[in-house]
């Protein structure tokens, strides 16, 4: 090969090399310019769920708890329940006094019928004593017994009657006890007020727990509420029932994007929290707000930071609360 075509040869494989690492460089720093660009979030904040705390209903001994931390209970399940013997005892009790009182009241009743027919008896000869006392046929000690016979009935059986409504208030009295028995022994078998994860535990069986006292925590972790934080400028891009998207950080520098649904904005302002924002922020007062993100695949865990991008809110949601005011 001639010197002159051989060095144009190398010249132009030098051009060739010199323009692919010119577009490499090129490509590279559009790939950096292009994340130099992404659009810092509008909100940051932790993710919370709605927790119940179950607690026990009536005292005793735990004789079966099945609560686990992470097992998933459904609503109505029954989880627990509290030895209830004493509570039996007590019912049969005061079934056995409601049936004695109930016979006393019976009685009373009966008591009040023969006094009645005594009574009517009594008035009669009282009555028949005043005719003959009138037509000189009776002396006017006759009338003063007959008249004694019939008002010592009528007193008896006033007194009867008092002691009848007393008995029947006794007996009503009894029944109600009953019924609040009843219902400490239902309380005994401790249910599950809500479907959820069991987050933690704080009874085990066989423990002797009060009445008010804590069994264990349960969450509904199928959605979880984004709580984040905003300032007064932000409030005209957010709408109650608008759709924000959340990022979360997959680990790797992955953010996974997630649609979610503005459920509260806070109608008072506050100072910025300690946790969330530098020194100099917290003195800005800002505004809470939540955000519904669901949760099927159980990826979102309770304390979890996000990121939050507003964007534009739809015309037909509702207007936030500070809005409504300044209407």
């Known amino acids: 090969m001639p010197v002159d075509h051989l060095a144009h040869w190398r010249l132009a494989i030098v051009s060739r090399a010199s323009l692919a690492r010119t577009a490499a460089v090129a490509v590279l720093g559009f790939s950096v310019v292009a994340c130099n660009e992404t659009p810092e979030p509008d909100a940051y904040g932790n993710f919370e769920s709605v927790e119940v705390i179950v607690s026990a209903q009536t005292s005793g001994q735990i004789q079966r708890f099945t609560p686990v931390e992470g097992v998933r209970l459904e609503r109505g399940d029954v989880v627990a329940l509290i030895d209830t013997t004493q509570l039996a005892l007590e019912r049969a009790q005061l079934v056995a006094q409601r049936a004695a009182v ?22 009669r000869a009282y009555e028949r004593a005043q005719r003959l006392h009138a037509q000189q046929a009776a002396t006017t000690q006759q009338l003063d017994q007959a008249e004694r016979d019939y008002r010592t009935l009528v007193a008896q059986i006033d007194a009867l009657e008092a002691q009848r409504r007393s008995v029947t208030l006794d007996v009503a009295a009894n029944q109600a006890r009953v019924e609040q028995i009843a219902d400490r022994l239902a309380k005994s078998s401790v249910a599950n007020p809500a479907s959820g994860s069991v987050l933690a535990v704080y009874a085990r069986t066989g423990e002797v727990v009060q009445a008010g ?28 029932g608008g759709r924000v998207t959340v990022h979360v950080d997959r ?65 037909d949601t509702v207007r936030t609360p500070v809005e409504e005011r300044g209407r």
């Open 213 to 240: 006292q804590p069994l264990y925590k349960i969450a509904n972790l199928d959605t979880l509420d984004l709580r984040a934080y905003v300032t007064g400028d932000q409030l005209a891009s957010i709408r109650l």
């Open 251 to 315: 680990g790797g520098g992955e953010l996974a994007a997630i649609q979610g649904t503005v459920t509260w904005v806070s109608s008072t302002a506050e100072f910025t929290p300690t946790p969330v924002q530098t020194r100099d922020e917290r003195a800005d007062l800002v505004y809470a707000v939540k955000i519904r993100v669901p949760n099927q695949d159980g990826a979102l865990k309770i304390g979890m930071p996000g990121d939050v991008s507003f964007g534009a809110a739809s015309a």
């Open 102 to 123: 109930s016979a006393r009241r019976a009685e009373v009743g009966e008591q009040l019928e023969v006094l009645r027919v005594q009574r009517d008896i009594a008035k």
